[in-house]
């Protein structure tokens, strides 16, 4: 949900340079309403923002292939992402109340970190968060895997 | 029934990424993302360096905050282009506030624009909102355990402004195990001791943006 920029005029006689926007327990998003309960809870956060992002795509997915229900939606999480299942699942099913994939199943698969090293070529898991080679204590590396937020499959009827 | 539908979920997201990118290469500006726990001293060091900074680039801000005007009129005085963004409860920037408050700055007349996120280690560092570099800023309170908790933060930075050293001693912070952990994250990280209050570091930080934004031009993403 993007938020509305307000300009702030620099002019040095003016007092209100410029609005604040609506107290944040309004509605937020035209689509998904945040409610007040919510907010309160502190879950209008990380995965908060994930869940919205993840019952669009849902939604959308529903529609392209025609589905008048869905029953479970698998997600793929890299280890980088940082997101903490429970509190994801909870603000999952609170946005999906009285929406068409109200009661989906939101299955979490958690993907560990895997680099691949520049350098001697090698492939390794990331182990205590440690982003050295461990065969040649190499520095340059790149993602094999770790940092995925992907809906990997949908489970649904026709 | 199951479908294969591998859709990323933050993809409209990094899409908007990539039109922000294209819009600041367009306009040749060099944009750094400032991301931090609430309290590390995000405001304090724009405060301090941009007085320098401004005069030899035109600078634009985009004050990310939850609610209220408060950082936005610190930095007023410094009479540069800025767009205030109050996120009203959401925990960090996107690409569209990004592509919108852009739109409200004179494009044309800047060669470098600071955001200053939301502060929160966490969320800001999810969303890449097309900036030329991440700038993680800590400080010294927050104690030397923090980058294994943040991991992502600390990845994804090109550079660590490691703020209020001066208060070392006090806290018995432990620097060298700090220095450690973030080695192990990230080995390729920049790192900045400073300290805003006592004027510490703050030339170091300015060195290092100009570099950044000669790096930006050399790479042509930025004339």
Redesign the interface.
């Known amino acids: 949900m993007p938020c509305k920029p307000y300009r702030l005029e620099l002019s040095p006689s003016g007092k209100n340079f410029f609005h604040l926007g609506p107290s944040f327990k309004k509605n937020i998003d035209k689509d998904l309403l945040i409610t007040d309960e919510l907010v309160l809870a502190g879950l209008n956060m990380h995965e908060m923002s994930l869940a919205k992002n993840i019952v669009q795509d849902l939604l959308t997915l529903m529609e392209r292939e025609k589905l008048r229900c869905l029953e479970s939606a698998t997600l793929h999480v890299g280890a980088l992402r940082q997101v903490e299942k429970s509190m994801l699942v909870f603000a999952f099913e609170s946005l999906c109340k009285e929406s068409p994939i109200e009661g989906t199943k939101l299955l979490i698969e958690y993907l560990p970190c895997k680099m691949h090293c520049r350098g001697c070529e090698s492939t390794f898991e990331v182990q205590e968060q440690c982003y050295i080679c461990p065969h040649c204590e190499g520095i340059d590396l790149e993602y094999i895997q770790g940092k995925e937020l992907i809906i990997e499959s949908i489970e649904g009827k026709r | 029934?199951?479908?294969?539908?591998?859709?990323?979920?933050?993809e409209?997201?990094d899409h908007l990424a990539a039109d922000v990118r294209a819009l600041l290469q367009e306009h040749g500006i060099c944009m750094f993302n400032m991301i931090s726990s609430a309290g590390a001293g995000k405001t304090s060091l724009l405060e301090k360096s941009l007085p320098l900074l401004k005069e030899k680039y035109r600078i634009g801000i985009i004050?990310g905050d939850?609610?209220?005007?408060r950082d936005?009129?610190r930095l007023?005085s410094l009479?540069l282009?800025?767009?205030?963004?109050?996120?009203?409860?959401?925990?960090?920037?996107?690409s569209?506030?990004i592509?919108?408050?852009l739109?409200?700055l004179p494009l044309n007349d800047l060669d470098l624009v600071f955001v200053e996120n939301v502060g929160n280690l966490?969320?800001p560092a999810?969303?890449d909102i097309g900036e030329n570099a991440k700038i993680a800023l800590f400080s010294t309170p927050e104690g030397e355990d923090k980058p294994?908790k943040?991991?992502?933060l600390f990845?994804q930075a090109s550079l660590l402004v490691l703020n209020k050293v001066d208060l070392c001693p006090v806290l018995d912070f432990q620097k060298d195990a700090f220095l450690d952990d973030v080695?192990?994250?990230?080995?390729?990280i920049d790192l900045i001791e400073c300290s805003v209050k006592q004027g510490l570091g703050i030339d170091l930080w300015i060195d290092w943006l100009e570099k950044k934004q000669k790096d930006a031009c050399a790479l042509g993403g930025v004339r």
Do not use: I
């Not at chain 2, 029934?1 to 933050?10: G, T």
């Not at chain 2, 939850?66 to 005007?69: A, G, I, S, V």
């Not at chain 2, 080695?183 to 390729?188: D, T």
């Open positions: 029934m199951e479908f294969k539908v591998m859709k990323k979920v933050l409209a997201n004050e939850l609610e209220t005007d936005a009129m007023k009479e282009p800025m767009v205030l963004l109050n996120t009203q409860g959401a925990c960090h920037l996107d569209q506030s592509l919108n408050a739109k409200e966490v969320c999810e969303f294994m943040y991991p992502l990845r080695y192990k994250l990230n080995p390729q």
